[in-house]
């Protein structure tokens, strides 16, 4: 199997946008988080045991960057939660090309949850199934799809994963 440099150019270029969304998140840039979606877009968070079955019940579902812009302004000033961090790693990035403004990806993740009292532990573990088009301002994120491991949710399901 040959690679092109094409290839690795939009490998790198969608690499860059994973970097930045979970760069974002983990340093608490947040008003910043909206901004690598597209204004129609899709994020949720869901069980891999309801994704499996074709379940489309979830424990997150926004629609629009609108509703993202919401969910953070209530976390900044709503909701009542033990201050967190995160820290994201994410691997094994696969992509395939629909068109040539529109990619489906996907890639494993974890995210590390540390609390105040300074533990931390494997907050959740899963799979990101994005469709990520081209835009003016770049690659944004038209549906980003979480799908955790586990059908045990974790508390303090307040910062987006």
């Known amino acids: 199997m040959k690679t092109t440099i094409e290839e690795i150019i939009l490998w790198y270029d969608l690499h860059r946008l994973q970097e930045h969304y979970v760069s ?5 840039r947040l008003e910043e ?5 597209t204004e129609d877009c899709v994020y949720e968070i869901v069980p891999k045991e309801n994704a499996d079955l074709g ?3 979830g424990i997150m579902h926004c629609f629009g960057r609108p509703m993202l812009r919401d969910r953070i302004v209530s976390l900044r000033n709503a909701n009542v939660f033990e201050p967190h961090t995160y820290r994201h790693m994410t691997s094994g990035l696969e992509f395939k090309q629909v068109d040539a ?6 890639s494993n993740y974890v995210v590390v949850q540390t609390l105040t009292d300074g533990e931390s532990r ?8 994005d469709r990520v088009v081209r835009t003016a301002d770049g690659w944004r994120y038209q549906s980003k ?3 955790y491991d586990t059908s045990r949710v ?8």
Not at 24 to 28: M, P, Q
Not at 101 to 106: G, R, S
Not at 122 to 129: E, H, T
């Open 154 to 161: 974790q508390t303090l399901l307040v910062t987006p994963v």
């Open 101 to 106: 403004d529109t990619i489906e990806m996907q």
């Open 55 to 57: 379940l489309p019940i």
């Open 24 to 28: 974002v998140i983990d340093t608490d």
């Open 122 to 129: 494997i907050y959740q573990a899963g799979r990101y199934f």
């Open 33 to 37: 988080w909206p901004d690598l979606f």
């Open 145 to 147: 799809r979480a799908v």
